[in-house]
């Protein structure tokens, strides 16, 4: 049984014709989607207990809770980062927020490290280590040191503290260079939003966070509850869909992720909705079974919209630093990303794991999570991102 669900209202719909029209619109390739409940077995049995045992009724007070707090990003507010806020004053909130959770990380030791020193040996070593523990990866850390050694030998560099803005160029090269917006339109629309993740990653409350936004903006927004493992995982959108009002198409615990997209593709036709935005359950890169289901809903989009899925958004935790680089990897080789939401940056100081998947995968970091509530959600900006991952 679907249940479709709009502002505070659930709406009912007989079911029955939409599971066929997703069956026959799958055309008997051997992947109807009911066999989603076979599926969710397997899953069952995959996923961790934990991840598993989630009461309905303790998610949804958890993220009442999470709506109880959210006068606090009123300081965020006052800061520019909200949404009455114009474009600079945006941009100034942003990196007032960013450098508060970045400014303990690169710019800082980076200050410490280098000072007037003479460039040597011993502090290219200290050097190398620090970048290293920041996340900016192997490849990023050997690059810069490379072009620290030459520019050195032929004196380019006055003295130590020269390699901070020989850094800072760096990073805005490999940030810059995949810089990309977000595709919110899309002709035919609507434009779909695919987003996957590990579990507990970010990827609800990122939904959650940029459906409040678009709708704010004027856009027609219907979030799909493609997470049909846990019944609290669709309890938790609808959650956030009454924050943002808009629609949430959901099925009951343990349907078919495809059918969800299919109906909410019905009913974001029917909304004249600019997006779609499609949640997934939590997965590992390891899970074969589930990363097909990507695939899966994948196609039912391509079916019902020429050239969707416009967006496969992977969310990452920023926090689980180089782990975040190989689920990324892997991820990728799996689906082709098309950009890349980092969650959490308020959580850690280490944002040069930004850098460093930006490095190695050339995929573009379009958005960041800097915190739970609900306007918490920016834009990547990398020249604002590098000032405050520079700042000390
Ligand atoms: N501090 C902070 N917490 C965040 C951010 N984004 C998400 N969270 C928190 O991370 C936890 C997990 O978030 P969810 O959105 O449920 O993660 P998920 O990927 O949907 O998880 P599964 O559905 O279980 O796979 C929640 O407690 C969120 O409030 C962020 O940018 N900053
Ligand atoms: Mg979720």
């Not at 003479?118 to 502090?123: S, Y």
């Not at 589930?290 to 020429?306: C, D, F, N, T």
């Not at 969707?308 to 180089?322: F, I, K, M, N, S």
């Amino acid at each position: 049984m679907a249940l479709f669900w709009r502002k505070r209202k659930q709406v009912q719909t007989a079911d029955d014709a939409t599971e066929e029209a997703v069956v026959s619109e799958e055309g008997g390739d051997g992947e109807a989607p009911e066999g989603g409940d076979d599926a969710a077995c397997a899953v069952a049995e995959g996923l961790s207990a934990a991840a598993q045992v989630v009461d309905a009724e303790a998610e949804r007070e958890r993220v009442g809770e999470e709506a109880a707090t959210e006068p606090a990003s009123a300081a965020d507010l006052a800061e520019g980062g909200g949404g009455q806020a114009g474009g600079e004053e945006r941009r100034r909130g942003l990196f007032a927020r960013l450098r508060r959770a970045l400014g303990r990380g690169l710019g800082g030791k980076l200050a410490a490290l280098l000072g007037r020193r003479k460039i040597d040996e011993a502090l290219l070593e200290e050097l190398e280590t620090l970048l290293i523990s920041s996340d900016l990866g192997v490849d990023t850390t050997l690059d810069i040191l490379d072009t620290v050694r030459e520019r050195a030998s032929r004196n380019e560099l006055a003295d130590a503290s020269a390699i901070r803005e020989l850094i800072r160029d760096h990073l805005t090269t490999t940030l810059e260079g995949v810089e990309a917006p977000l595709t919110l339109a899309a002709e035919p629309g609507p434009a779909i939003l695919i987003v996957i993740g590990v579990n507990g990653s970010g990827k609800t409350t990122t939904i959650g966070k940029l459906a409040f936004r678009l709708v704010r903006d004027g856009k027609g927004v219907v979030i799909a509850a493609a997470d049909t493992y846990r019944a609290a995982a669709a309890e938790q959108l609808v959650v956030w869909g009454e924050r943002a009002e808009c629609t949430v198409v959901r099925k009951e615990a343990g349907a078919d992720p495809a059918a969800v997209v299919f109906d909410a593709l019905a009913q974001a036709k029917k909304e004249g909705a600019d997006v779609v935005i499609i949640d997934t359950a939590g997965r590992l890169h390891t899970e074969t079974n589930l990363m097909e289901e990507l695939a899966k809903i994948a196609r039912v989009a391509s079916r019902q919209v020429p050239d969707a899925p416009h967006e496969v958004l992977l969310v990452l935790d920023a926090t689980t630093g180089q782990n975040a680089v190989q689920q990324a990897e892997l991820f990728h080789r799996y689906t082709g990303l098309t950009g890349l939401v980092l969650t959490k940056l308020d959580g850690t100081a280490k944002g040069g794991i930004v850098v460093g998947i930006t490095h190695r995968l050339k995929v573009p970091v379009k958005l960041i999570g800097i915190g739970e509530g609900v306007e918490d959600l920016r834009d990547f900006d990398a020249g604002a991102f590098i000032d405050a991952l520079m700042s000390s």
